[in-house]
């Protein structure tokens, strides 16, 4: 399988929280699965941790580093595919996860109801 990681999934994994349901947890483990992290992932992250609502690690960079993540970029196709998109809500980082999730083949993790509104494979975490 192919996964890309919601935010809330990520932060979820690498605290060991108790809201991240097993079967995600286990997608994630086993390394037969190409897990992908995208860059806008990081980028939401980062931008919470400078308006002071997520605290971070400082070595941030290196834990995702030591996760079995591969990185995603995002690619110009990714922005285009944005505007194809239904308007179902207006967060800039969920509507960029699912292009990226419809251009490239990919079953998205997430937490967040409001993706199931969108055409693309979904398994809640």
Not at 91 to 113: K, N, S, W
Request: charged share 25%.
């Amino acid at each position: 399988m192919n996964l890309l990681l919601d935010t809330h999934i990520v932060l979820w994994w690498l605290d060991d929280h108790p809201a991240l349901s097993s079967a995600v947890k286990n997608l994630i483990a086993n390394g037969r699965n190409l897990v992908l992290l995208s860059a806008a992932v990081v980028w939401e992250i980062r931008i919470k941790e400078a308006l002071g609502k997520l605290d971070i690690p400082s070595d941030f960079s290196r834990v995702l580093d030591r996760q079995p993540f591969e990185k995603l970029a995002i690619k110009v196709e990714h922005a285009h595919a944005v505007k194809d998109l239904p308007l179902h809500h207006r967060d800039p980082f969920d509507r960029m996860l699912i292009a990226q999730a419809v251009t490239e083949g990919l079953t998205i993790a997430t937490h967040d109801p409001v993706f199931e509104k969108y055409s693309v494979p979904l398994i809640r975490g």
